[in-house]
């Protein structure tokens, strides 16, 4: 099975911070790899699908790149409703990354 | 409004036998994919498996294969996740969600936990 390692684990940021948060996939992919956002007690969020692709309503801040074996989620300007838990997931295994926490700094 | 609304909390003992449901609506239900995923506390998402309500073809992760069952009644556009005997282990959140493309989950739940406890 293809393993996805995310990174960092943690991330301390402050508004208006530009965040970055990869995912490497143990086997190429392609661009079959999704980006959710979870709040505490609330279900996932899908943000990005496809790598690149903005899902209907998320705002543009977000955006998902890479291809292959790695990939990254970039928030340009973090905001305060950005604090949450970001997860990637692979369209081989259908298996998530660990999870990324993104804290106030 | 495409919508997927999931049973209630559900405590169960050990060895017990739980089926949790998920009820679509909003969209054609038999044309998409329907996924669960577990999360158990303060832990990640895990993928357990999926199924197409148009034809009940069902795949699993295979953590999680021959130890839960997934299933739908199209006519009443509801799939679910059942357990023959809970283990204290199985003391988790558990969403549905729309799938997509095989993989990626759209809209979700908002969850139904599980508590097996003796």
């Known amino acids: 099975d293809i393993q996805m390692t995310q990174s960092p684990s943690s991330v301390s940021a402050s508004v208006g911070d530009r965040v970055t948060i990869t995912c490497r996939a143990s086997?190429?992919?392609?661009?079959?790899l999704a980006w959710y956002q979870q709040k505490p007690g609330k279900a996932p969020k899908l943000l990005i699908y496809?790598?690149?692709s903005l899902q209907s309503g998320v705002p543009s801040r977000f955006s998902g790149s890479g291809s292959g074996t790695d990939f990254t989620l970039t928030i340009s300007s973090l905001q305060p409703e950005d604090f949450a838990t970001y997860y990637c997931?692979?369209?081989?295994?259908?298996?998530f990354g660990g999870g990324t926490k993104v804290e106030i700094k | 409004e495409v919508q997927l609304v999931q049973s209630g909390a559900e405590v169960k003992k050990p060895g017990e036998s739980l089926k949790i449901s998920c009820k679509g609506s909003?969209?054609?239900?038999?044309?998409?994919?329907i996924g669960w995923v577990r999360q158990m506390p303060g832990k990640g998402l895990e993928w357990m498996g999926i199924?197409?309500?148009?034809?009940?073809?069902?795949r699993y992760s295979p953590s999680f294969q021959g130890q839960v069952t997934i299933s739908a009644d199209k006519s009443i556009s509801t799939a679910y996740l059942q357990w023959s005997s809970l283990k204290a282990s199985d003391t988790a959140m558990y969403y549905c969600?729309?799938?997509?493309?095989?993989?990626?989950?759209?809209?979700w739940g908002k969850g139904t936990t599980v508590t097996v406890s003796s």
């Open positions: 909003g969209y054609s239900f038999t044309s998409y994919w």
């Open positions: 969600a729309r799938t997509i493309a095989y993989y990626y989950m759209d809209v």
């Open positions: 997931q692979q369209a081989n295994s259908f298996a």
């Open positions: 086997q190429g992919i392609s661009s079959w």
């Open positions: 199924i197409y309500p148009g034809d009940s073809d069902t």
């Open positions: 496809a790598a690149s």
